[in-house]
């Protein structure tokens, strides 16, 4: 069955770093998004993009965030400049269409030191 | 009032019996509706989506919407230990009718007792 592959799983890296989230969403979608959820609280809407472009983006998604899809199958989220509450589960996930079912990916647990 | 709402829990039954989580949601959201289960340190996974009014049943899971009174409910039959986690309501906010994000409640714990 098709899925939503992530790397890396895990991230460490120092404050003000960058960072690049990589995501291979499921073949036949159109759709994809970028969600986090911060240790015990609730997953978040960061980033919508469709037809190479951002359709919609959360107050969360400021100018440290950015979305490419740089080639045929991957979709990355860079953080340019991380900061310690950057610190949370990032994952990504693909919809067919608009309004359809999101499928997650396993998620990339990113830390901020 | 928050976009989308569920009791946190947890919410505790033994092994067999039936297990029912609600969510209700505002005017903000739209008439898309999921169920997702997560497990501790894990990626939310689809049990359920529902659009229309009523019920929508998938082997032992049963989801009910009620638009009028913003209601959307997860039934869980014949309830196993492997089905202990945190149970996720989302529903879909877009513009234009588009869903472009999923809003997500904070998620009940299920707690299936053996």
């Known amino acids: 069955e098709p899925e939503v592959t992530q790397t890396p799983s895990h991230q460490v890296t120092q404050m003000g770093q960058e960072v690049i989230l990589r995501c291979v969403p499921i073949?036949?979608?159109?759709?994809f998004y970028w969600y986090r959820q911060i240790l015990g609280q609730k997953v978040e809407f960061l980033v919508s993009?469709?037809?190479?472009?951002?359709?919609?983006k959360s107050e969360i998604f400021d100018d440290q965030f950015s979305v490419e899809r740089p080639d045929g199958s991957n979709f990355t989220l860079k953080i340019r400049s991380t900061k310690l509450e950057d610190s949370a589960m990032y994952f990504c996930?693909?919809?067919?269409?608009?309004?359809?079912?999101?499928?997650f990916g396993p998620g990339t647990r990113l830390l901020v030191l | 009032q928050k976009e989308v709402e569920q009791n946190s829990g947890p919410l505790s039954v033994p092994e067999g019996a039936i297990a029912s989580l609600n969510c209700t949601y505002s005017?903000?959201?739209?008439?898309?509706f999921f169920w997702y289960r997560q497990y501790s340190g894990k990626s939310p996974e689809l049990i359920m989506s529902?659009?229309?009014?009523g019920d929508k049943e998938d082997g032992r899971f049963t989801a009910q919407l009620n638009k009028a009174s913003q209601y959307v409910s997860l039934l869980i039959r014949d309830s196993q230990p492997s089905d202990s986690a945190t149970y996720l309501c989302?529903?879909?906010?877009?513009?234009?009718?588009?869903?472009?994000?999923?809003?997500f409640g904070t998620g009940t714990l299920l707690a299936v007792q053996p």
């Open positions: 005017d903000r959201v739209s008439q898309s």
């Open positions: 529902i659009y229309s009014n």
């Open positions: 993009f469709y037809n190479n472009e951002i359709s919609e």
């Open positions: 996930a693909s919809s067919e269409g608009a309004g359809m079912t999101q499928y």
């Open positions: 073949s036949n979608h159109l759709y």
């Open positions: 989302a529903g879909g906010l877009g513009r234009g009718g588009a869903t472009n994000k999923l809003i």
